[in-house]
Nanobody, 122 residues
Framework: QVQLVESGGGLVQAGGSLRLSCGASGRTFSSYIMGWFRQAPGKEREFVARISKSGSTTTYADSVKGRFTISRDNSKNTVYLQMNSLKPEDTAVYYC???????????????WGQGTQVTVSS
């Protein structure tokens, strides 16, 4: 019912910043909890950040707290992930996900984007 498309990935040096965007189709974007996940080579897909339907509540993985900020603009059907002070360990494919209900595990989210590559060089 909702299509997600990530953008904004690329190559950045350690300590730099990058902003990811995820555009969603449909007229019910505000009905979805949005999340960001990432998967590094040879590793499991892991939770990065989550934002409530209204944007009033955010949740972050310990590994990115203080460095990443998730936000959303419901008028534009878009969720963002601002990534600052990037580290080589942040290198991964980043995915946005959507679900009408609160989920904890990545596998439980109903909708996913295609992913965007983020590479942080040292």
């Amino acid at each position: 019912q909702v299509q997600l498309v990530e953008s904004g990935g690329g190559l950045v040096q350690a300590g730099g910043s990058l902003r990811l965007s995820c555009g969603a189709s449909g007229r019910t974007f505000s009905s979805y909890i949005m999340g960001w996940f990432r998967q590094a080579p040879g590793k499991e897909r892991e939770f990065v950040a989550r934002i409530s339907k209204s944007g009033s509540t955010t949740t972050y993985a310990d590994s990115v707290k203080g460095r990443f900020t998730i936000s959303r603009d419901n008028s534009k059907n878009t969720v963002y992930l601002q990534m600052n002070s990037l580290k080589p360990e942040d290198t991964a494919v980043y995915y946005c996900a959507a679900d009408q209900y609160l989920k904890v595990r990545a596998v439980d989210y109903d909708y996913w984007g295609q992913g965007t590559q983020v590479t942080v060089s040292s």
